[in-house]
């Protein structure tokens, strides 16, 4: 039988080694939502930049759900904004992914904005047995 945590409001395991592995799926994930939503807001303005913010706002709600803490979001945003910073850098050639513009400032601040909506959301109660 598996323990559930009794700080988690979802069927999140007790176990350590479970949750590390959570939260670095959530986090690799984040990377691949942050570079994907880079790619297709550019693409696709407004359309794109939409779609982008819709991922990664799934992918907060959905760290939050599936962990039940914050530490849920906290890690699929971490992966997001690694992957959205490196890709701003661009090369010494000139090269970046972000061409500079308002879809670009949209997307990585209302990315932010909903990690820190999703962090704040409060939590739903338990149901009882």
């Not at 979001?73 to 701003?88: D, R, T, Y």
């Amino acid at each position: 039988m598996n323990p559930v945590s009794p700080s988690s409001s979802g069927p999140f395991p007790a176990s350590r080694n479970v949750r590390i592995a959570w939260y670095a799926g959530l986090a690799v994930l984040g990377v691949l939502v942050g570079t994907a939503g880079a790619l297709v807001q550019a693409a696709w303005l407004p359309g794109g930049l939409v779609l982008a913010l819709l991922a990664t706002a799934a992918l907060f709600y959905g760290g939050l759900r599936a962990t039940g803490t914050q530490i849920g979001v906290a890690a699929g945003g971490g992966g997001w904004l690694v992957a959205v910073i490196l890709l701003s850098f661009g090369r010494p050639e000139g090269d970046g992914v972000f061409g500079g513009g308002v879809g670009e400032l949209l997307f990585l601040f209302g990315g932010m904005g909903i990690a820190v909506m999703c962090t704040t959301l409060a939590r739903l109660p338990r149901p009882t047995p």
